[in-house]
Nanobody, 121 residues
Framework: QLQLVESGGGLVQPGGSLRLSCTGSGFSLENYNIGWFRQAPGKEREGVSCITHSDGGRTNYADSVKGRFTISRDNAKDTVYLQMNSLKPEDTAVYYC?????????????WGQGTQVTVSS
C-alpha cells in the first residue's frame, strides 16, 4: 500500500535537537506536498509544518514551532526532513508525516504510522 514512513524520533533533553525524516513506501514523494503533524496524549492532532513539492516550495509553520523547527526536502534522497531545535517538553508527541494535501489541516491522502518524540530531562 502507499504509505509514508517516519524515522528519527527518540528521547532528547529540553533544549536539544532531533531531525525527523519522511520517506514514501512504494512511491516517490517528489510530486507531493508534505505536511508534518503531531499528537500528544489526550490532545488533538495538530499541524506542525508543510512544504510544497515545487522547486523553492512554500513552507508554513505552526506558531508554536516557528523559529525552532525547519522543514526541508532532499529530492536526490526522496526525503522530507523536519529539523527540530530548542526542543521543549511541550513538543513531546507522536509525529506524523502526510502527503497529498496542503496546509496544516488534515486534508492529506496518505499518512505514516508516526514516530515518538519525547522531550524530558
Amino acid at each position: 500500500q502507499l504509505q509514508l514512513v517516519e524515522s528519527g524520533g527518540g528521547l532528547v533533553q529540553p533544549g536539544g535537537s532531533l531531525r525527523l525524516s519522511c520517506t514514501g513506501s512504494g512511491f516517490s514523494l517528489e510530486n507531493y506536498n508534505i505536511g508534518w503533524f503531531r499528537q500528544a496524549p489526550g490532545k488533538e492532532r495538530e499541524g506542525v509544518s508543510c512544504i510544497t513539492h515545487s522547486d523553492g516550495g512554500r513552507t508554513n509553520y505552526a506558531d508554536s514551532v516557528k523559529g525552532r523547527f525547519t522543514i526541508s526536502r532532499d529530492n536526490a534522497k526522496d526525503t522530507v526532513y523536519l529539523q527540530m531545535n530548542s526542543l521543549k517538553p511541550e513538543d513531546t508527541a507522536v509525529y506524523y508525516c502526510a502527503a497529498g494535501g496542503w496546509g496544516l489541516r488534515e486534508e492529506y491522502a496518505y499518512w505514516g504510522q508516526g514516530t515518538q518524540v519525547t522531550v524530558s530531562s
